[in-house]
């Protein structure tokens, strides 16, 4: 049973900063990918970042978030941070970790239980 654990969610102004974490458990599978989604109300879920467990860590960003946030891994941890720096009010959403992972009957995809980030003075 994968388990993922985040934390770090929380109500910050415009202009400031947060850094999510997100630990992975229970797989006996390697992860491939770990990333984070967003989720604004009424909308779809979305991509915000994503990287991989080897190749040197492999990023990958939405548009509206490159340059102000930043994804990282501790392989040795299974654990992904996003830090989260320029906050704008439009980047306030339920932010979800998700795990990418390759099994020996193919690939799933895992999620978190969600953390809400509110951007507001």
């Known amino acids: 049973q994968v388990r993922l654990v985040e934390s770090g969610g929380g109500l910050v102004q415009p202009g400031g900063s947060l850094r999510l974490s997100c630990a992975a458990s229970?797989?006996?599978?390697?992860?491939?990918?770990m990333g984070w989604y967003r989720q604004h109300p009424g909308k779809e879920r979305e991509l915000v970042a994503t990287?991989?467990?080897?190749?040197?860590?492999?990023?990958n960003y939405a548009d509206s978030v490159k340059g102000r946030f930043t994804i990282s891994r501790d392989v040795a941890r299974n654990t992904v941070y996003l830090q989260m720096d320029g906050l704008k009010p439009e980047d306030t959403a339920v932010y979800y970790c998700?795990?990418?992972?390759?099994?020996?009957?193919?690939?799933?995809?895992?999620w978190g239980q969600g953390t809400q980030v509110t951007v507001s003075s």
């Open positions: 998700n795990v990418f992972i390759i099994s020996n009957v193919g690939g799933a995809n895992y």
């Open positions: 229970g797989s006996p599978f390697s992860i491939s990918i």
């Open positions: 990287i991989t467990r080897g190749s040197g860590g492999i990023t």
